[in-house]
């Protein structure tokens, strides 16, 4: 039977490289075999076997038996894979050790970031991680106010994403005004956004047009605005400002939408009542 590229993805990712993952298989099919039998399975040159199972043994996955010709017999497959998944672990444990004391070495001497509470400026922000963490960070430092504007598609992913960091932000009493353009189905809300509505402290709204911008407001003091909106959630740049001029902008943007934006799908004409 031959192997299916899954199984040897999986134990790439689990440590072992494309060639031993053939070789481990094909024992594990084989049961004792000798090294041409496993050659001729596995598809791997007979002096490749040599060379992998004294590799195999060390990683406990295999054991030689002393016979003419010789032969190898295959650690069960749970086995095999639990004795993999426990070096993987370790190996994180200590790679997180590790990033911790190059943290912590660091951290006295960390330069000033770009971002600092009194300047006055721009910053471009790369795409997805860097993006996240950015995002994080402003939400987590927020005290009175999160407004947001995004594709009703990447809505349900955002709140995955930033689920955590807005429960605490909503605990301690952050409003949340969120807007997106109509869905195109009335299929119902997914779970998790339909428990952010049960909170008081988050609003949903919806535009009828597709809205010209993506963009978040943190506590009317700092905004990002992706550069691409029409990309997908978190694939764009974000231009991060705390100017004010910029910031008095984008904000009467956002109370306009907000102020003419239907409170729910049944409305069929734009709410007109004060903010909230």
């Not at 004294?54 to 990683?59: G, S």
């Given at each position: 039977m031959p192997f299916q590229n899954k199984e040897i993805r999986t134990l790439t990712r689990l440590g072992l490289t494309s060639c031993?993952?053939?070789?481990?298989?094909?024992?594990?099919?084989?049961?004792?075999?000798?090294?041409k039998?496993?050659?001729?399975?596995?598809?791997?040159?007979?002096?490749?076997?040599?060379?992998?199972?004294?590799?195999?043994?060390?990683?406990?996955?295999?054991?030689?038996?002393?016979?003419?010709?010789?032969?190898?017999?295959?650690?069960?497959?749970?086995?095999?894979?639990t004795s993999l998944l426990d070096h993987k672990s370790k190996e994180t444990y200590e790679l997180q050790q590790e990033a911790k004391e190059l943290l912590k070495k660091f951290k006295e001497r960390q330069p000033k970031t770009p971002i600092q509470e009194g300047d006055k400026q721009l910053v471009l922000i790369p795409e997805r991680e860097r993006l996240i963490l950015s995002l994080k960070k402003a939400a987590e430092d927020a005290q009175s106010s999160m407004d947001i504007i995004c594709p009703q598609e990447a809505f349900p992913k955002g709140l995955l994403i930033m689920n955590e960091v807005y429960e605490k932000a909503m605990g301690?009493?952050?409003?949340?005004?969120?807007?997106?353009?109509?869905?195109?189905?009335?299929?119902?809300?997914?779970?998790?956004?339909?428990?952010?509505?049960?909170?008081?402290?988050?609003?949903?709204?919806?535009?009828?047009?597709?809205?010209?911008?993506?963009?978040?407001i943190f506590d009317k003091k700092e905004v990002f605005i992706a550069t691409h909106p029409t990309t997908r959630a978190m694939e764009s740049t974000a231009l991060w400002t705390n100017n004010p001029s910029l910031l008095r902008i984008v904000h009467d943007y956002f109370e306009r939408l907000w102020i003419t934006a239907l409170e729910n799908l049944d409305e069929e004409q734009p709410i007109t009542n004060a903010l909230v």
């Open positions: 031993q993952a053939k070789v481990y298989l094909a024992l594990v099919r084989s049961g004792i075999s000798t090294a039998t496993i050659s001729m399975v596995s598809k791997v040159a007979r002096p490749d076997i040599y060379r992998i199972m004294p590799m195999l043994q060390k990683l406990g996955l295999a054991e030689k038996i002393i016979n003419v010709p010789t032969k190898f017999e295959a650690t069960p497959i749970r086995e095999g894979v301690r009493g952050v409003k949340i005004r969120w807007l997106l353009e109509k869905p195109k189905d009335i299929n119902p809300w997914p779970e998790i956004v339909q428990t952010f509505m049960k909170n008081p402290f988050f609003k949903l709204r919806i535009v009828l047009k597709p809205p010209e911008a993506r963009l978040g």
